[in-house]
């Protein structure tokens, strides 16, 4: 049975010689980069609309009176949060098949518009129950975004290239929460323009940028390879090539079975790899969500010791650590890639997470506290996008590949809920209850799991090689063999 590393290591485009997968194909590696799309798929233009940018913008907007203008309290607003995580999750599941059957030309500029208008509407709200409502609706109108865009990359990309364009697509998350407090800090001296107070013009502005960007992307997002229009056929052939070199069945037209959901839902990966991505989506939502509400108490906590007491100068001082994370999730990606060995990037990664919570949990100096936020983003952002490429990795079959990058996704962000809900006015500025169940998270989900899974793809592999699997593929023709997916080949550990 052929080492994925080695295969990985054969196959990458140094562009020096051509890898043994592509000698069978006839294809060079120049020709495949650039039919890959290096100058000419295009990047997706939403990429820094995803539901962390929006949870960025409700955390912002709390900054600038949200809840005194609406007359809720910080449990209600813990709820208008959570009741966003509920729809969202609840439809993750099903949106790659949706994205599949649709086409992304057409699905993901439709959901854009739609969670646009229910942004727009958050603006416009004058109570408790209207935040409510558009929250729930934006939850079912933002799902099929996130699963959908890494869905739609895996089908494009082989397995050694995928984690660098996943990191640089979720990177975008940490950037926009670098931009996102810098514009709400702008925007929120609008208020009183209209008779509406700064938070809702972070909600009516940055909607209608949305609806506006949805509206374009119908020109700007491109189909499935076999489908894309803006390859030509000879470019089309070098992609396909390059995907069964790499044996995806993306290369494969694939019509959906419910046997495809079956062999999602009774893979033993795939509830593993929920809960580690558990461990890093509730971490990323709850550092996402308060950021600043912490950066305001841990400043407020000596008088004068950091100086930034104020609404925008806590909003400017969230810019750093994201811009640190992206940094550090694009690097994590590359090296990943080329060492295929995502379980321990999760692992050293998820330490420095740790290390920052404790510091937050057990400092008194506002200026360690800070230097923990950058810690606890170095330590959660680069596993997000890490973890989604190692399930899809390991995830083989167009359908299967979606259907469980859609459930891993979707408990991740069901763990939402309980992100909204532990960060209370009651125990600031220490806030050791939110920054407790963060570390455990960090700890026993994400750097835990990804101990176990590591070691059981390991013991697997090694099955493989002893020939314990062999009995998979005997007697089996090669089409027969393709059908077994990610059952005939080694895992990435």
Known sequence: MENPEKRDKDSSDSGHSPSDDEKKVGLEPEAAREAKGYGQLPPDPDENLGEEEKAKIVRNARLDGLETDLGITSGQYNGALSVFFVSYALAEPLTNVLLKRLRPSVFIPIIMIFWGICMTTMGLTHNFQGLMASRFFLGLAEAGLFPG????????????????????FFSAAAVSGSFGGLLAA???????????????????LEGLATVLIGIASFWMVFDFPDEAKFLSDEDRQRVIRRLKA????????????MEYFWASITDWKTYLYAVIYMGADAPLYAFSLFLPSIINAVSSAKSGALGYTQTVRAQLLSVP????????????????????QRGLANILISLLGAVGFAMLLSASSPGVQY??????????????????TWVSNN?????????????????????????????????RPKYRVGHGVVFAYLVLFLMGGSAVMNVLLRRENKKRRLGARDYLIEGKTEEEREALGDKRYERFA
């Not at 790499?246 to 079975?257: K, L, M, N, P």
């Not at 069901?414 to 009651?426: D, M, P």
């Open 321 to 340: 650590p994201y811009a640190a994370a992206a940094i550090l999730t694009i690097l994590t990606g590359y090296i990943a890639d080329r060492t295929n």
């Open 395 to 427: 995830t083989e079959g167009v359908y299967k590949r979606g259907i469980t990058m859609g459930f891993v996704i979707g408990w991740g962000n069901l763990n939402g809920v309980v992100s909204s809900n532990i960060y209370q006015r009651k125990d």
């Open 186 to 204: 702008a925007i929120g001296n609008m208020r009183g323009i209209g008779g509406k107070g700064g938070w809702a013009w972070i909600f009516i």
């Open 246 to 257: 790499d044996r995806q069945s993306s290369a494969e037209h694939e019509d959906f079975r």
């Open 371 to 388: 230097a923990g936020t950058f810690l606890g983003a170095l330590g959660i952002y680069p596993t997000i996008a890490n973890t989604i």
């Open 149 to 168: 865009i890494n869905y739609y990359l895996s089908c494009w990309y082989r397995r050694s290239e995928l984690g660098v364009r996943l990191a640089i």
